[in-house]
């Protein structure tokens, strides 16, 4: 007994695991029978890989594109489906879209059929405007200025028929930001919101909420100085070297910068990842100050429909909108796009290069 009780404390805890859990348990079976053999892919229609192991096996992927912030009865309607016309098995890509997998040909055409009459779209393959990238937004986010997930919905349902068609010179990726610092990645199209006024400090919180050497710390421009207001420890902000960045505000709430008429959205363009064909590129600010303006954001859908239809036009076989800006230069972009170039655009701040970060290894 007491020899069972030594073994028993010699047992290591196991250690435990709070990440994803193993994608291989959802995998659709035929994928986990040809995991890393497959011979080559294709795309039979828009909205549809087919991938071929060297087994002889084919599985058929149907991406469908959805709302984004999906409740209990969106989930349920498409599982259902899934279940019904599907094998059961499903995945999320990086951009939020549904894939669904199945091992017969003949089920695709019925799957798809089912997805459009929920009113689900079938594509965001190849040479389409896939599914904009979102960041968390006010469902799970304390400091968004905007509801990314809003602008991208009004924006997709603009851009429907780019989704389900692969029309595009090369794929599209447009990114969104909710504030101007953290989440969000290069784009060839991003929507990121452009603080435009210092923060509003609130005096009397300060000392109770915020750790104010942090606070300080934090300012890219050291724009931020400890001061003692209405006798109590609080902090003050020299607005002639404030960029608006709004690095302060998530660690002092108090140091509000969000403001329904000073936070605007700005449009950046050429950003993206990928290394083919050309190297990664950071995206570049072509239009600044546009409203904040929910549900719609008539004015963001203008100037990205504007850009996004000049690069159609113009732009030749598979250059990205990157690619086709370096191509034909700064001045005839703005030239096409009939997007005013004005002095703010010159970016002459060389702080950036010490202190922000410059990579373009964040993918979305
Ligand atoms: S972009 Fe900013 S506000 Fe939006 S989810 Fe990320 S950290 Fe939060
Ligand atoms: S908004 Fe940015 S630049 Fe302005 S005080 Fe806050 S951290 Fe500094």
Redesign the pocket.
């Known amino acids: 007994m007491a020899q069972a009780q030594v073994v028993e404390k010699r047992k290591m805890r196991t250690p435990i695991e709070s990440g994803c859990p193993d994608g291989m348990q959802y995998m659709h079976p035929l994928m986990i029978k040809n995991f890393g053999n497959w011979k080559y892919h294709d795309r039979p229609r828009p909205g549809v890989l087919h991938h071929v192991a060297y087994s002889g096996d084919e599985i058929w992927t149907v991406r469908v594109g959805t709302q984004r912030q999906l409740g209990p009865y969106e989930i349920n309607l498409l599982c259902d489906i899934i279940d019904r016309y599907g094998e059961g098995y499903v995945r999320f890509t990086i951009r939020s879209n549904m894939e669904v997998m199945v091992s017969k040909w003949d089920k695709v055409g019925p799957l798809i059929q089912a997805f459009n009459d929920a009113g689900y779209p079938v594509g965001g393959t190849g040479n389409s405007v896939t599914m904009i990238s979102h960041t968390q937004g006010w469902l799970h986010c304390d400091i968004p200025a905007t509801d990314a997930s809003g602008v991208v919905k009004s924006l997709m349902d603009e851009l429907y028929e780019e989704f389900i068609k692969e029309e595009m010179p090369n794929r599209v990726h447009i990114t969104t930001s909710c504030c101007q610092i953290n989440c969000g990645g290069q784009g060839d199209i991003a929507i990121n919101i452009q603080h435009t006024k ?2 509003k400090i609130n005096h009397d919180l300060v000392a109770n909420v915020c750790e104010r050497p942090s606070v300080v710390a ?4 050291a ?2 100085r400890p001061a003692i207001v209405n006798g109590k420890p609080s902090l003050e ?1 020299d607005e002639k070297k ?7 505000y998530p660690p002092c709430p108090p ?1 509000q ?1 969000n403001d329904p008429e000073h936070s605007k959205l700005a449009i950046w363009v050429g950003g993206k990842n990928s290394n083919a064909r050309s190297k990664p590129m950071f995206q570049k600010l072509v239009a600044a100050g546009l409203p904040n303006n929910p549900p719609r954001w008539p004015e963001v859908a203008a100037v990205v429909k504007k850009i996004l239809y000049t690069y159609k036009k113009d732009a030749r076989d598979w250059e990205r909108v990157g690619d086709w800006v370096e191509r034909i230069g700064w001045p005839r972009f703005f030239e096409l796009t009939g997007l005013p170039f004005t002095k703010f655009h010159i970016d002459n701040w060389r702080g950036a290069r010490n202190s922000l970060n410059a990579s373009a290894h964040i993918r979305f």
Do not use: Q, T
């Open positions: 210092p923060p934090r300012c890219p421009v724009a931020i902000v404030c960029i608006c960045c709004g690095a302060c140091m910068i």
